[in-house]
Nanobody, 127 residues
Framework: QVQLVESGGGLVQAGGSLRLSCAAS????????MGWFRQAPGKEREFVAAIRWSGRDNYYADSVKGRFTISGDYAKPAVYLQMNSLKPEDTAVYLC????????????????????WGQGTEVTVSS
């Protein structure tokens, strides 16, 4: 079994910063990509950012470009999300996800491309 454990969420004022971390443990799995999705109350889960290990390509949702930065450690594996200039609309539960590549055809920003999910860490941005 693969476990993804997130940390780093919390309450922050608008304009502030947070850094999320996600580490994978458990059995070895093929490492195609890792990333972050978020889900706000009453809304669908949406893509935030991801890193594709081959080529070290980074992907971002338009809503976070220029404000969020994803980085990763392939060896662990782990991913980090530095979130700056936070806005109230960034409030959500942030979920870490890992893809083995088995459903890579779905596309990096699509949740069905990911095989493993964390429990989520809550981020609240006050205005």
């Amino acid at each position: 079994q693969v476990q993804l454990v997130e940390s780093g969420g919390g309450l922050v004022q608008a304009g502030g910063s947070l850094r999320l971390s996600c580490a994978a443990s458990g059995r070895t799995f093929s490492r195609y990509a890792m990333g972050w999705f978020r889900q706000a109350p009453g809304k669908e889960r949406e893509f935030v950012a991801a890193i594709r290990w081959s080529g070290r390509d980074n992907y971002y949702a338009d809503s976070v470009k220029g404000r969020f930065t994803i980085s990763g450690d392939y060896a662990k594996p782990a991913v980090y999300l530095q979130m700056n200039s936070l806005k109230p609309e960034d409030t959500a539960v942030y979920l870490c996800a890992a893809s083995s590549g088995a459903r890579a055809w779905s596309g990096i920003p699509v949740s069905t491309a990911y095989d493993y999910w964390g429990q989520g860490t809550e981020v609240t941005v006050s205005s």
